[in-house]
């Protein structure tokens, strides 16, 4: 998947694309993968990176959503719980099963979560990952051998999805690619083409790394967005009415020691009654999240004072060691694009909307990651209604994506190579070579050559490219990236042939980006 390639494509097509995608996060981006797998033509564009927005930045579970469950939202559960089996299925690669244990403190709690777990197997039905059964109070410190043994009674354990996002949205964009689509980063939409009848029919998109302007004629356009959803579709109507409600959800990342064993810990009500997770990944230990309503959008959103301290005081309550300012070795922050509703944020819908304005534009969004496909299936079934365009079936439920290894990573858990799939064998190749064998900080497994893989097969642009999404070292280690950033920027500037002025800028703003992620 070459910058250089997808350019071409864009720009030497002369007939209309069946479908111009705005927008390259999970939503996007499933969209253009549906669309190619059909057989029709379609163009993506996004502002920044793939990734960039909200779809880098979730709790990485593939899940049903156990809270859903309680909310009585049956539908949304089962149809996730089809959508975490189907993922697993096509990218074993990247989508493995995870024991998570709720601790039980008081008596009631075990038949309660117990009886609830057993429901959310039922739901799952075919699709299921593993019983969920009770535990006694020596099983449960043996899954989490962290937890504050005071008071424990036991526990339930049950089992749902752990992914790697950015990942699975860069094996996304690389499986549209192999099908034909055009893809572009770093590209905006800044306005829309429109017919006669000023039906929308196209995108006008600008690269903002060569500064030329793109006209990309389209029978349907379709706004994937996110929380931009209604900045983008005020560019064609300035009237246009809210449609999202974005909500901030923070993680905080330590060392795996808090953790210990490969068992994620959920406590099901929190203080503001939402659910905490603390997760293994990557080798570390991931908590999370806060549901925080905000007025605007932003990319690169900060956390709040009382979001980090909730979830230390949170997570601090469950574990004999109490998680430190100091322990945080980085913070992540994520705008969900809730569909628009009364009332707190943590209740509004998490079901997808498609919504289709009076100038035909298309707008897909809420819903998960994990329905992403679901939703894409949707979105494109719309687009061929509204566009006139080819009748064809969705070809996705079977359809393997980049990476696809029948092995998978369940068996030997080595996430670092593992989440790569079948490219492993290439990139450990490159690193036969000594200087791209070098590993890039000691605290990491991160080598040079995955670097070099990222410019050359992955369409990576910029050091934060790399550092936050091709590689995950920005969002398990702020200090240790920021060490990173020079010889990642040294090794781009080879492959994209950048000079000495390029690697000093991007080394800058690397660091003053890796500030947000620290916490003090
Ligand atoms: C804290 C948090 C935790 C979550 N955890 C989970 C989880 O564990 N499991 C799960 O299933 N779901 C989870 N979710 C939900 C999931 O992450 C989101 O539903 C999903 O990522 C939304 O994807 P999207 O493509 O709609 O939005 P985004 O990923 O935000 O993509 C929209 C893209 O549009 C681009 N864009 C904006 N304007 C323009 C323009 N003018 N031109 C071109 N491009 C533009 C942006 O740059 C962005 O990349 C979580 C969400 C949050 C916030």
Known sequence: MRRDEMMRRLRERKEPWDIAVVGGGATGMGVAVDAAA?????????????????????????????????????????????????LRQNAPHLVHDLAFVVPNYSW????????????????????????SRRLSREETLDRLPALDPEGLLGGVVYYDGQFDDSRLLIHLAMTAADLGAALANYCPATGFLRDADGYVNGVRALDTESGEELTIPARIVVNATGVFTDQVRRMENAEAEELVSPSQGIHLVFDRSFLRGETALMVPRTSDGRVLFVI?????????????????????????????????????????????????????????????????????????????DGSGLLTITGGKWTTYRHMAEDCVDH????????????????????????????????????????????????????????????????????????????????????????????????????MMAEPVASLLAAELGRGEEWVSKQVREFSALAEQYKVK
């Open 383 to 482: 687009a061929i209604t509204l566009g006139r365009l080819p009748d064809a079936e969705c070809a996705t439920k079977n359809l393997h994506i980049h990476g696809y290894r029948e092995e998978g990573i369940a068996d030997d858990r080595d996430e670092h190579w593992g989440v790569y799939g079948s490219d492993a064998e290439a990139i450990r190749a490159m690193a036969a070579d000594p200087v791209l064998g070098a590993r890039l900080h000691p605290l990491l497994p991160y080598l040079a050559a995955e670097v070099v893989w990222a410019a050359r097969e992955e369409m990576a642009r910029t050091v934060e490219d790399v550092l936050a999404r091709r590689m995950r070292a920005l969002f398990l280690n702020a200090i240790a990236a920021e």
């Open 280 to 356: 293994p990944w990557h080798g570390h230990a991931l908590a999370g999240t806060t549901d925080t309503p905000v007025e605007a959008p932003s990319v690169e959103p900060r956390p709040f004072e009382s979001e980090i301290e909730f979830i230390l005081e949170t997570a601090g309550r469950y574990f004999t060691r109490q998680p430190k300012r100091r322990d945080v070795r980085a913070v992540y922050v994520g705008l969900r694009p809730l569909v628009k509703g009364e009332g707190k944020s943590s209740a509004l819908s998490r079901d997808h909307v498609i919504h289709v």
């Open 38 to 86: 059909r057989g029709l033509s379609v163009a993506l564009v996004e502002a920044h990176d793939f990734g960039k927005g909200t779809s880098s930045r979730s709790t990485k579970l593939v899940h049903g959503g156990v809270r859903y469950l309680e909310q009585g939202n049956i539908p949304l559960v089962m149809s996730a719980l089809k959508e975490r089996g189907l």
């Open 108 to 131: 009631w709690e075990a038949p309660f979560y117990g009886i609830g777990l057993k429901l959310y197997d039922m739901l799952a039905g075919k699709y299921g990952f593993g019983p």
